[in-house]
């Protein structure tokens, strides 16, 4: 049996900081509502001409240069985005062409936050299943580029970034499980109305401010405590663990008060929980992976640590995917 491990992480934030007292200008905002309601303090935004795609590739790069691998030795790119560079081609199909990859299997997956956890756990099936040897997964988003920026609710909570994964096979297990789930009667909560096939682009969808997130956010946090709780305590059980046997929670940064409510039900101490949200915000697909990511950098995560990651976003969807580092 050959099992999926990760075996380099990388990460890419594009340089430019918008900060709350930035936000205070553009808004009827305050440092201290945002700081106080959220945990964040700055968001990176990415550049107008870039995409998915270009945040994607840094980060794929640094993880394939950790994991000790080049281009040529992967056979599947997965990118997870829901600010994909275009409908179609697939984001994955342009870091396939970037990195002067073969031309291997690429495909995008739209989980929302859930996506880079998705993604994972879609690599690591087929790794393990013997089809595919050596996998990149990449959260990567723009959310800045859908953020309707006259809406206080929304513009003071997102941020751009990507954030990979390399898979390789090995002997040991080490992605011991997961919970993923979905549930589309959420689906209003949160979404982007126009610019599908349900609503395609027209003129008014462009007066009407339909190409930008929509979110219920008090109806969504109210959901996110117990998803999250559920996701992370179903994936634990399956690998026969409990709460007290994590090392580091790498949770989705949507609010501070949801990460600290989960970890609280979960009765993780701070030290277990991994916080990036107060200098990137909310990047979606983007945030569990450069938690992950940085988490190792900073020696948080060990050999044998166990390792948890758990999401939920627009969907609705969630996961959660419990590692022992090899
Ligand atoms: N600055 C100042 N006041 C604000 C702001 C702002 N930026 N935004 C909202 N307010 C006001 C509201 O207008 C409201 O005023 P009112 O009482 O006079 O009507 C008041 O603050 C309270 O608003 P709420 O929406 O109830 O604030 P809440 O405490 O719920 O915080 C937030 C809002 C931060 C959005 C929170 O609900 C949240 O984090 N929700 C979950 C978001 C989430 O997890 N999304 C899913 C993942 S994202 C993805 O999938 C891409």
């Known amino acids: 049996m050959k099992y999926a491990k990760i075996a380099g992480l990388g990460k890419y934030l594009p340089p430019k900081i918008l900060t709350n007292r930035d936000l205070e200008k553009i808004v009827d905002t305050s440092d201290e509502w945002i700081t106080t309601r959220t945990g964040i303090k700055t968001r990176h935004i990415a550049s107008k001409k ?46 396939q062409d970037y990195l002067k990859a073969d031309t291997v299997a690429c495909f995008d997956i739209a989980a929302a936050c859930s996506g880079f956890i998705y993604a994972l756990v879609a690599a690591q099936g087929l790794i393990e299943s013997g089809i595919f040897k050596n996998a990149l997964v990449v959260g990567s988003e723009v959310l ?6 006259d809406d206080r609710s929304t513009c003071v909570l997102f941020g751009d970034g990507a954030g990979a994964a390399v898979l390789t096979s090995g002997r040991k297990k080490s992605l011991l499980s997961s919970s993923l789930g979905g549930d589309g009667s959420y689906g209003e909560l949160l979404l982007l109305p126009a610019g599908g096939s349900r609503i395609p682009a027209s003129k008014e969808t462009v007066k009407n401010k339909l190409h930008f997130v929509k979110m219920k956010g008090n109806e969504l946090f109210r959901l996110a405590v117990r998803i999250m709780v559920n996701a992370a305590e179903s994936a634990l059980e399956k690998a026969h663990l409990k709460s007290s046997d994590v090392d580091i929670l790498a949770p989705h940064q949507a609010n501070i008060r949801i990460i600290n409510a989960v970890a609280s039900r979960l009765k993780l101490t701070e030290d277990k929980v991994y916080l990036n949200i107060g200098r990137y915000g909310n990047m979606s697909s983007a945030s569990s992976a450069v938690a992950l990511c940085e988490a190792w950098e900073e020696g948080k995560i060990k050999k044998d640590s166990i390792v948890v990651l758990d999401a939920f976003g627009g969907g609705l969807v969630w996961g959660s995917l419990v590692i022992k580092w090899v």
């Open 50 to 95: 870039d995409s998915a795609s270009t945040l994607a590739l840094p980060a794929a790069k640094l993880a394939l240069k950790r994991a000790g691998l080049k281009p040529k030795d992967l056979d599947l790119i997965i990118v997870a985005t829901i600010t994909p560079d275009r409908q179609f081609p697939s984001t994955a199909c342009y870091l």
């Open 144 to 149: 800045t580029k859908i953020t309707d920026w």
